[in-house]
């Protein structure tokens, strides 16, 4: 007898469809076809010990299993279910008319219970394009699943919870979701808040002018200083998630597996921070099975590197074109998985090896030359790509036992949202534009050019400062976003005169000045 029975397997963001074919005849050998990875072939000996755990016996007979398009490569444990159902239905253990109105998904224990699996949201979605009435996915899947409308989705603790859902033995009722009610209700509760930093005005000031156009910031101080602190409050100033952005980054923590129990959508902005050691793979993505890296993670969020030069060079260097394309391509003989990676990148370091350049408190023991190689470690490039460069000194004691509360992010972050909507209407009809951070040569010159008494400003602020030819680009970005704050038409002198203060790494005289 030939049965089928229809599943799905996840290539980076990719899903396709799966049919599991099983066909049996007299005889007793076992065929698999389909390109199945090891954890797809182990199935047969876990379905077969959950069907006889459960009351069934595996046939005696010569199975043909084939799983269709049978040149694609299948991984992972999540075809169990489907495949455990097929052999029972092509044995004549169970009848149902449903096998081909719903899709199904999960990894089966010994014992016939469902495991969760990866991937759930993008199968989810796949599903209700191929038109199937339903998806059936372990309890811990349903709440990520159950985001997708216009699909029944059936949470199943056991294989004979699907059993008796498949013969009509037992009622099961589909799970719904509020999505828009719980997504909303999430998006503004925050642990970490701007309120809990004191002093440190103008390292908060350029940390508002990054929110609020999507630019790349550099933080340099001494250890204390409040570099840490003040980026994992970041995401409590960023502009909230729209719902299509949280759908992205979901279905990218999904693939990963990342997902914790009962999460239905992200609902802010993710924060990653890898640690220095992390290997290129690990930040960019890849491995024998392609999975999103700490990059992807960070999706419509910030990726956060803190003490950058202790990163190995070559690290650094892959962060290069990721930063600029917004997407990252893992390329392998058969296929390409592309993954998105539009991310904040905020980095954090100290001025000098010993970390005390320029502090009052402290003595440098650093010569210029120490300097210079330390600072040389971060290459041009990558810091071509880094739009703000703040300096942060220690905050004094008389600051630090005010008993007042800064400024809270709340207020902070309607600030952001406001000049983000400013940016959003200006770049309405170009494509793929959406902050001032994304601007390129040719829009400069159409929204931040500054007026002849600019233009002078920042040739005397290139010379007198040294600063290299790429500062230039960036100053105008900087200033495009702060005129926006300012809720200003036009690029000011004030909005360049801040701007260029946030340039001091590329001074050609780092090494060898006073802070």
């Known amino acids: 007898m030939l049965v089928k029975t229809y599943c799905a397997a996840v290539n980076g963001l990719d899903v396709t469809t799966v049919t599991?074919?099983?066909?049996?005849?007299?005889?007793?050998m076992y065929h698999f076809t389909g390109l199945g990875d090891e954890a797809v072939r182990e199935g047969r000996d876990r379905i077969a010990a959950a069907l006889q755990f459960n009351g069934y016996k595996f046939p005696h007979a010569d199975i043909t299993v084939n799983m269709a398009p049978a040149d694609l490569r299948k991984e992972g444990s999540s075809f169990d279910l489907p495949l455990a159902i097929a052999i029972l239905a092509?044995?004549?253990?169970?009848?149902?008319?449903?096998?081909?109105?719903?899709?199904?998904?999960?990894?089966?224990?010994?014992?016939?219970?469902?495991?969760?699996?990866?991937?759930?949201?993008?199968?989810a979605i796949r599903a209700r394009a191929e038109h199937f009435k339903g998806l059936i996915v372990p309890t811990q899947n349903v709440r990520e699943a159950a985001v997708v409308n216009?699909?029944?989705?059936?949470?199943?603790?056991?294989?004979?919870?699907?059993?008796?859902?498949?013969?009509?033995?037992?009622?099961?009722?589909?799970?719904?979701?509020?999505t828009r009610k719980e997504f909303y209700e999430q998006q503004y509760s925050f642990d970490l808040d701007f309120a809990d930093v004191r002093g440190?005005?103008?390292?908060?000031?350029?940390?508002?002018?990054?929110?609020?156009?999507?630019?790349?910031?550099?933080?340099?101080?001494?250890?204390?200083?409040?570099?840490?602190?003040?980026?994992?409050?970041?995401?409590?100033?960023?502009?909230?998630l729209s719902l299509s952005e949280s759908l992205e980054t979901t279905q990218i923590h999904s693939v990963a597996g990342k997902l914790s129990k009962n999460t239905s959508l992200i609902s802010q902005r993710p924060f990653r921070a890898p640690h220095h050691t992390i290997s290129e793979v690990a930040l960019v993505g890849g491995g024998a099975i392609p999975q999103p890296g700490e990059i992807s993670l960070a999706h419509h969020g910030v990726l956060f590197c803190d003490e950058l030069p202790e990163f190995s060079k070559s690290t650094l260097e892959v962060l290069r074109q990721p930063l600029e394309d917004r997407k990252i391509s893992i390329s392998r003989a058969r296929y390409t998985v592309e993954f998105p990676c539009s991310f904040m990148f905020v980095a954090s370091m100290n001025?000098?090896?010993?970390?005390?350049?320029?502090?009052a408190t402290h003595t440098c023991v650093c010569t210029p030359g120490q300097i210079q190689r330390y600072m040389n470690k971060i290459s041009g490039p990558l810091l071509d790509r880094i739009d703000i460069q703040i300096e942060i000194t220690p905050v004094p004691f008389k600051d630090i036992s005010k008993a007042t509360q800064g400024e809270p992010s709340s207020t902070i972050r309607e600030r952001v949202i406001r000049a983000r909507r400013m940016q959003e209407e200006r770049y309405k009809d170009i494509r793929g534009v959406y902050c001032n951070a994304q601007m390129s040569e040719k829009m400069i010159h159409r929204f931040a050019e500054p007026d002849t008494q600019g233009i002078e400003m920042l040739r005397l602020a290139m010379e007198k400062l040294s600063l290299s030819a790429r500062?230039?680009?960036?100053?105008?970005?900087?200033?495009?976003?702060?005129?926006?704050?300012?809720?200003?038409?036009?690029v000011q002198m004030e909005h360049l005169a801040e701007a260029i203060s946030y340039r001091n790494l590329d001074r050609g005289d780092w090494a060898e000045r006073g802070v």
């Open 471 to 490: 500062a230039y680009s960036r100053i105008l970005k900087v200033a495009r976003t702060i005129a926006d704050l300012a809720g200003s038409e036009h």
């Open 150 to 178: 216009n699909l029944e989705v059936y949470g199943m603790n056991s294989m004979m919870d699907v059993i008796k859902f498949l013969t009509d033995m037992e009622a099961f009722e589909p799970t719904v979701i509020d």
């Open 20 to 28: 599991i074919e099983v066909s049996l005849i007299n005889g007793v």
């Open 351 to 359: 001025p000098c090896p010993c970390g005390y350049y320029g502090d």
């Open 90 to 123: 092509a044995n004549g253990n169970i009848e149902s008319d449903k096998l081909g109105q719903y899709m199904m998904v999960g990894e089966l224990s010994l014992d016939g219970h469902l495991q969760p699996i990866r991937g759930a949201l993008p199968i």
């Open 200 to 240: 440190q005005e103008n390292v908060k000031r350029a940390l508002e002018v990054a929110a609020a156009g999507g630019h790349n910031i550099i933080m340099i101080g001494p250890p204390g200083s409040g570099k840490s602190m003040m980026a994992k409050r970041l995401p409590s100033i960023l502009p909230p």
